[in-house]
């Protein structure tokens, strides 16, 4: 691991500040991805700035009826939740489903939308990746591929993005709220946190320099019958090869995103409104422009079926 200097700061807009005031800066909670990507030296920050004091870590009621989500509300936490279990229980099952109970006591909502994808080729340094190494190509093109995207991908990468979470709150139309290192506050629909990889798949938020995100926060809640299923190559402590969010209503219309198939949770509205035509109009909405390589084409088989499991569930 390389050397760094560390900091602590006691607001979000003193740590925003501080990451742009220093060049190769990162935030630190719970550490869960990135002291695993230092110790590989496939991230390598300069210094270091804890946020784990700043009163980040809250769940409380918003004024239209839904939940405001802090940054440093721990996995653990949020699945337990009693609001979260009632009324968004997808969350909270998808929130179960990822990791182990020990990496869910340390991991907090803000590093679970930003962990790092888990691509063998990112992770072995010897390999080219134009994640971790802009411009030096994608290994997994041509290399083994049975664990990544389907569609959404690009030619210079075709890894997934790790989250469970991230899954659920897409379904949900989670909003991500952020401080700017001047002070200004943003908030991001999830549905425009991630980008398309296209030729810079190291850059995979729409987050600007120094932006910190300070909480996430849940319209009211939808109602209906709620499902997280997950497909993986062992029972626990894996990540998914295919994954599908539900909330489906008395009345056949609903929602559903996929994990484990693209860059980003994968949602497409047009699916949705596939709900009551049955399972194929839905799949055929939401896996329109797939291009999946040899390797991995089972995974769509694997959607549709995981999809189909899940719709039957949630309407019987």
Known sequence: ??????????????????????????????G????????????????????????????????????????????TDLAADERVRRDYAVLSRALLAGASGQLRNQATTAGN????????????????????????????LEGFSRQHAVIGA??????????DMAVAMRLLDAVVETVSPDGSERRIPLSDFYLAPGDTPHRETALKPGELIVAVTLPRP??????????????????????????????????????????KPWRQEEADAQLPHGVQAVYDRLFADAHPTHENEYKLLLAKRTLASVLTEARA
């Open 154 to 163: 690009s030619k210079a990468c075709i890894a997934t993005h790790p989250s």
């Open 1 to 30: 691991m390389k050397a760094f200097t560390y900091e602590r700061v006691k607001t979000p807009a003193e740590a925003a500040a501080s990451a742009q005031r220093t060049p190769g800066a990162k935030f630190i909670a719970g």
């Open 32 to 75: 869960t991805n990135l002291l695993d990507l230092m110790k590989l030296e496939i991230e390598t920050p300069s210094h270091l700035i804890d946020v784990n004091h700043l009163a980040l870590d809250k769940i409380e009621p918003t004024t239209d009826g839904g939940l405001r989500i802090g940054a440093l509300v721990r996995n």
């Open 222 to 263: 939808l109602g209906g019958t709620h499902i997280y299923r997950k497909v993986r190559d062992r029972a626990s402590y894996a990540f998914a090869l295919v994954s599908i969010a539900a909330v489906v209503q008395p009345d056949g219309t609903g929602r559903v995103a996929a994990g484990g198939v693209a860059h």
């Open 113 to 140: 939308l930003l962990q790092r994808t888990r691509c063998p080729y990112f992770y072995d340094t010897n390999q080219p990746c134009n994640k971790r190494l802009p411009g030096s190509g994608c290994a997994a």
